[in-house]
């Protein structure tokens, strides 16, 4: 199924990230953890790509079998800037071959070596070209693009962060998933402006469950998100006491969700990290609102 069927419904649903083993001792452990998720038949599943394509084969692994054990719509992710063009071909190949629909079409980060070497070099420079790239192959796909609503921590304003976004929906993007946020308030921002820049298709929600105190640090690292003072005080409060903060994460991301659905969001991104209890969770506290 192409996730842009799932899109243009009303109804409301929410879809699960899950990542791909590090390598091949974490392999069943995390099938299984995806399996547990698959269980919960969310929306659709999107199974990330290892940063510079390290553990790609297990991306494509992982997605395939939730879409033919769980017949739950998956979407793959691919990160081009340090692969060639061959390798990123075979890869789509390989996407179709499994039967699957939707690509996250995506740069990834730039490592400090690869800062350093010479651009001019490299097969794609933006997630841009990956999409120009897929487009061109005559590849089928649904395609997925990344989105900052507190800008890409490279870019220096919001203005040229979203030309370059209409870019990569004019070039086939056929909806946009958003980094991590903490406050709803940034979203809508976001959401006037980029409406008003032309940007018309549909807009992903990521929500991230903050369940433990050592996780506040990396993912505020990562996405340079903006943290709340409402959610810095509980960070503060239960941040040491792991079954208390997992509690008060999961009730600060449901209250995230209920506020994006009240406001005319249809499908939220979770963020499970591998995590089918935080998961179960959500959807339990949403059992009604979901239907
Ligand atoms: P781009 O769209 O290329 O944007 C990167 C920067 O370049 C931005 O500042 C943008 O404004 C600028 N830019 C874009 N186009 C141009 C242009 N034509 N000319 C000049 N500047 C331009 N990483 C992984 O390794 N694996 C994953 O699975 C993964 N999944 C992700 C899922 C989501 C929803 C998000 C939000 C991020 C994900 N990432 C993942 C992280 C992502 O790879 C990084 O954020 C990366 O730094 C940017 O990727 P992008 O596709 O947004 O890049």
């Known amino acids: 199924m192409k996730l842009t069927e799932l899109f243009n419904q009303d109804k409301l649903s929410l879809s699960f990230e899950v990542f791909p083993p590090k390598n091949d001792t974490a392999f069943e452990s995390v099938k299984h953890a995806t399996e547990e998720i698959a ?16 553990t790609s084969r297990y991306t494509l692994e992982i997605a395939k079998n939730i879409k033919e054990r769980y017949g739950v ?8 800037v340090s692969s060639t063009k061959e390798t990123v071909h075979e890869k789509i190949k390989q996407i179709r071959e499994a039967g699957i629909q ?6 990834g980060d730039l490592t400090p070596e690869l800062e350093q070497s010479d651009r001019s070099k490299w097969a794609y420079r933006h997630a841009v070209d990956l999409i120009r790239d897929i487009k061109e192959m005559g590849a089928d796909f649904c395609i997925g693009g990344a989105c900052y609503p507190e800008i890409h921590p490279e870019s220096t304003n919001q203005k040229e962060d979203i030309k370059y976004l209409k870019e990569k929906v004019d070039a086939g993007c ?14 809508y921002n976001f959401l006037y ?24 640090e990396r993912a505020v ?35 995230q969700i209920i506020d994006l659905f009240a406001n005319g969001i249809t499908n939220v991104h979770v963020y499970s990290m591998n995590k089918p209890d935080v998961a179960a969770q959500i959807l339990s506290n949403l059992s009604d609102i979901l239907g």
């Open 193 to 216: 402006k980029i409406r008003e820049a032309g940007i018309t298709v549909p807009i992903i929600p990521g929500v991230m469950p903050i369940t433990n105190g050592n996780q506040v």
């Open 174 to 187: 056929s909806f946009l998933t958003t980094q991590m946020f903490f406050d709803n308030n940034l979203l």
């Open 102 to 107: 939707n690509v996250m079409a995506l740069r």
């Open 221 to 255: 690292k990562l996405s340079g998100s903006f943290m709340p003072q409402r959610f810095k005080s509980l960070v503060d409060k239960f941040g040491t006491t792991p079954a208390a903060m997992k509690q008060a994460g999961i009730a600060y991301a449901t209250d």
């Open 73 to 80: 719509p998956t979407l793959a992710h691919l990160t081009c």
């Open 39 to 54: 269980a919960l038949h969310p929306s659709f599943m999107s199974v990330t790509y290892g940063a510079g394509g390290g």
